[in-house]
């Protein structure tokens, strides 16, 4: 498989890009707004005069004139309705790209509360994904989704949630490396399924119902009886209006609204399922027929290309947009007036209820998988849009070596300092553990999250927050924010063991792990701590595991020398000066001897007597 192109840094920064694409797209609504706004008039106008000229020439008995014109104005008013019609949807299109820039430049600013936080998602048994922000407030997922649906944005939180193989990652890497120059293929992709209001509905429900027996399956009679009885039906009502007693329409009404009576419950449930799928459809189909249309070379966009789009084969935008039309027909059950009269006169649901069974057996069960298509461009969408928007971040390479992290300028793509610190480190090889130590506050926490939270990125397919990373596959399992649960009578040490507990099964399958602990044991004794940590430390040693560990436990360190090789001993440290603690937050290797907690008491008004030291 070819290696995925490196990203070339852009010579416009991508804040300018996107300031001037919103101010591009803000002229183009305004033009788009003006025009809108005057074809309304036109539409005005055209209504006016259609009535007024029809009332002149019926009022003064030219009937055959008036209906001529009537008819001529009618022509004109859907040719001008149409018109307007299609400029609303371009200003409504200019609108929607520039609000996508908008939302490029507050991501960029680490303004992230006013995108989607993915909390659905949040599981507190799963390996990582509460302790590094993967999900939740100002997290990884509100930073990267672009996806418009719900598929998509499950698809994304998937890969998230789970590495994929080093072959799935590469093949990612390379379908991004393709889309993230073009960022208005990606802008184009948002905005045609943001005019939909509804789109971000679950098909999966719906895709399911259609695979259910059909409706018609055993009624062969009924068939016969939606192309027979609205034709005699029709014929009555004509008769009655053209002056035969009513008792002519009398028993077509009785017979039609009888069989719509006794199914009334297949009926409900055939609209129901596809009323709320309209929007859904609608955008699905217009992101397909710009995913048919692009030229690609990398063999995932190629392939998820060849799904919706095989030569001789109808292309997937035109049967999804079929099934648009069939269920837009539906909503006439929304006027309860018109309703009535095209069911009990024309079978109006039987026969779009037919029309869906026709087209569930041209499609073959091939929803699913066009659907399916869709969600895997969304959330490589995504990872290309947050590529462009990070032009000096890297694409990760995979390594040989058991269990290998190498990173160089390391940093956490959830701060958004414009002078964020960014660290180097590296381990190799099965049965390592670095124990980081150091005062409160100086970064131990926030530099096991960089280096977890660049492993899920990395293991998704995704640039990483550093100038450079080599790192092989493994589970990333996380100890960080364990709770008391109240529900389950859980302190938050005993939460703690059990993620523990978790941790040594894994590793007992043999799965390689990279493990990332913070402040382990603290809910005991110091003389516990120490004596745990040390013996869980001396257990992984033996284990398909490396890791990072966290503590103030300076006498870990000594592991350094229990454990050569194994063990290596990191620290973060912090200055005094005056009342001002100074923090560097960079990695230095040994312990740390520079501890703030008393000076921080102290701050917070406790008075400390610095002298019993």
Not at 103 to 122: I, N, S
Not at 242 to 257: I, K, N, T
Request: glycine share 6%; hydrophobic share 45%.
């Amino acid at each position: 498989m070819p290696q995925p192109a490196a990203f070339r840094p852009l010579s416009v920064a991508p804040a300018d890009v996107f300031t001037d694409n919103l101010a591009a797209h803000a002229k183009q609504e305004q033009y788009y707004g003006r025009r809108h706004q005057a074809v309304a008039w036109i539409r005005v106008v055209v209504f006016g005069a259609g009535a007024l000229g029809g009332y002149y020439l019926f009022s003064n008995g030219s009937n055959l004139a008036g209906l001529a014109y009537v008819l001529a104005l009618y022509v004109v008013f859907v040719l001008v309705m149409r018109w307007h019609s299609r400029l609303g949807y371009r200003y409504n299109h200019y609108r929607l790209l520039g609000l996508i820039n908008q939302e490029e430049l507050a991501r960029l600013g680490g303004k992230l509360m006013q995108f989607d936080a993915g909390t659905r998602y949040l599981d507190s048994s799963h390996a990582y994904a509460a302790d590094l922000d993967v999900f939740g407030p100002h997290s990884l997922f509100q930073l990267l989704s672009r996806a418009t649906s719900r598929l998509g944005q499950d698809r994304l939180a998937d890969w998230l949630r789970q590495a994929a193989t080093p072959a799935v990652v590469r093949a990612r890497q390379t379908a991004v490396a393709e889309l993230t120059p073009d960022v208005t293929w990606q802008q184009e992709w948002q905005a045609r399924a943001r005019h939909f209001p509804r789109q971000n509905d679950d098909p999966r429900r719906f895709a399911a119902w259609l695979q259910q027996p059909d409706f018609f399956a055993d009624k062969a009679w009924l068939k016969v009886a939606l192309f027979v009885l609205p034709p005699l039906a029709l014929t009555s009502a004509g008769l009655w209006l053209s002056g035969y007693s009513f008792g002519v329409v009398v028993p077509f009404l009785l017979l039609l609204g009888g069989i719509n009576h006794y199914y009334r419950v297949a009926r409900d449930d055939y609209f129901e399922h596809s009323d709320s799928m309209y929007d859904v459809l609608r955008a699905y189909r217009d992101q397909l027929t710009l995913l048919e249309t692009q030229t690609f070379t990398s063999p995932q966009l190629v392939e998820l290309q060849a799904v919706v789009s095989a030569p001789g084969a109808v292309p997937a935008s035109q049967l999804i947009g079929q099934l648009a039309s069939i269920v837009a027909y539906f909503s006439m059950r929304q006027s309860t007036l018109a309703a009535f009269f095209a069911n009990n006169l024309l079978f109006w649901d039987f026969f779009w209820m037919w029309r869906l069974e026709a087209w569930k057996r041209k499609l073959g069960g091939k929803l699913a998988t066009m659907l399916d298509v869709v969600a895997e461009v969304e959330a490589l969408v995504s990872l290309a849009a947050y590529q462009f928007a990070n032009p000096t971040y890297t694409v990760p390479e995979f390594s040989p070596e058991a269990l290998e992290f190498t990173a160089e300028a390391l940093g956490h793509p959830l701060i958004f300092s414009t002078e964020r610190i960014t660290n180097d480190f590296s381990t190799i090889g099965a049965g390592c553990t670095g124990v980081v130590t150091g005062s409160n506050m100086s970064g131990k926490t926030t530099f096991l999250r960089t280096v977890g939270v660049n492993m899920v990125l990395a293991l998704a397919g995704g640039a990483v927050c550093a100038r450079h990373l080599r790192l092989s596959s493994a589970q990333v399992y996380t100890a960080m924010r364990t709770q008391d649960n109240l529900a389950e009578s859980t302190s938050s040490f005993y939460a703690e063991l059990k993620r523990l507990r978790l941790l040594l099964e894994l590793t007992a399958a043999g799965t390689p792990v990279f493990y990332l602990l913070d402040e382990i044991l603290k809910g005991t004794n110091s003389r516990d701590r120490h004596r745990g940590a040390r013996a869980l430390i001396h257990q992984l040693h033996q284990r398909p595991a490396s890791g990072l560990i966290s503590t103030h436990d300076l006498e870990l360190g000594a592991l350094a020398e229990e454990l050569p090789g194994a063990v290596t001993n990191y620290s973060f440290n912090s200055t005094i000066e005056g009342d001002e603690i100074r923090f560097d937050y960079h990695l230095t290797p040994g312990l740390c001897r520079s501890f703030n907690a008393s000076k921080l008491m102290q701050l917070m008004g406790i008075a400390i007597d610095v002298s019993a030291d």
